[in-house]
């Protein structure tokens, strides 16, 4: 069975700085795309970031491009999502995706649980 | 980017009766080289992630119950429950997955009514 398990999250001041990390357990993430989506508390989902199986080709949302770094450590089976300047409209839960195939274009299947991420002075 | 729409906003159906929910893009998102249809369904319940029901547009995923299905080609979709279950309560979602970004649908609350 497939497991997603994402950590990093919390309460973070505005202009800061923080790192998610989503481990894979019960499958090898290095022949799948991976892909970060969000959900602003109440609202509805997000595409943010996406990441080839071997790391080469990453893909952002214009909302987060610049500011957001999707990387991978196959070695390790995880996933991260670098965030800079943290604005409150940063303020979601971050779920870590895997995709059918090793492309973005192949559509998600597994979700992770997410991660809370509160931006706020 | 491809803008997704989907009505009604909510709907409130009958145990066992069938809830029909519609998803709009702005432009076609079938793949001319794979001819299918690049759009998913997901299911969100309360405080849980989504679940992927449909691929391809009209292809369940495995463990999904029949009752779901899903049709549609181009720029019109649709996501039907045949017989609507008290588990079923949920927000439901569509996405494609033609061209970056990746965009969902607004999603569709369904309800017992």
């Known amino acids: 069975e497939v497991q997603l398990v994402e950590s990093g999250g919390g309460l973070v001041q505005p202009g800061g700085s923080l790192r998610l990390s989503c481990a894979a357990s019960g499958i090898t993430l290095s022949t799948y795309a991976l892909s970060w989506v969000r959900q602003a508390p109440g609202k509805g989902l997000e595409w943010v970031a996406g990441?080839?199986?071997?790391?080469?080709?990453?893909y952002y949302a214009d909302s987060v491009k610049g500011r957001f770094t999707i990387s991978r450590d196959n070695s390790k089976n995880t996933l991260y999502l670098r965030i800079n300047d943290l604005r409150a409209e940063d303020t979601a839960v971050y779920y870590c995706a895997k995709n059918r195939y090793d492309s973005s274009y192949s559509g998600i299947v597994n979700w992770g649980r997410g991660a809370l991420v509160t931006v706020s002075s | 980017d491809i803008v997704m729409t989907q009505s009604p906003d909510s709907l409130a159906v009958s145990l066992g009766a069938r809830a029909t929910i519609n998803c709009k893009s702005s432009?076609?998102?079938?793949?001319?080289?794979?001819?299918?249809?690049?759009l998913a369904w997901y299911q969100q319940k309360p405080g849980q992630p989504p679940k992927l029901l449909i691929y391809?547009?009209?292809t369940r995923e495995s463990g999904v119950p029949d009752r779901f299905s899903g049709s549609g080609s181009g720029t019109d979709f649709t996501l039907t429950i045949s017989s609507l279950q008290a588990e079923d309560v949920a927000v439901y979602y569509c996405?494609?997955?033609?061209?970056?970004?990746?965009?969902f649908g607004p999603g569709t609350k369904v309800d017992i009514k």
């Open positions: 391809w547009a009209s």
């Open positions: 990441i080839s199986g071997s790391g080469a080709t990453t």
């Open positions: 432009q076609s998102v079938l793949y001319s080289s794979n001819n299918k249809n690049h």
């Open positions: 996405q494609h997955y033609y061209s970056i970004p990746f965009t």
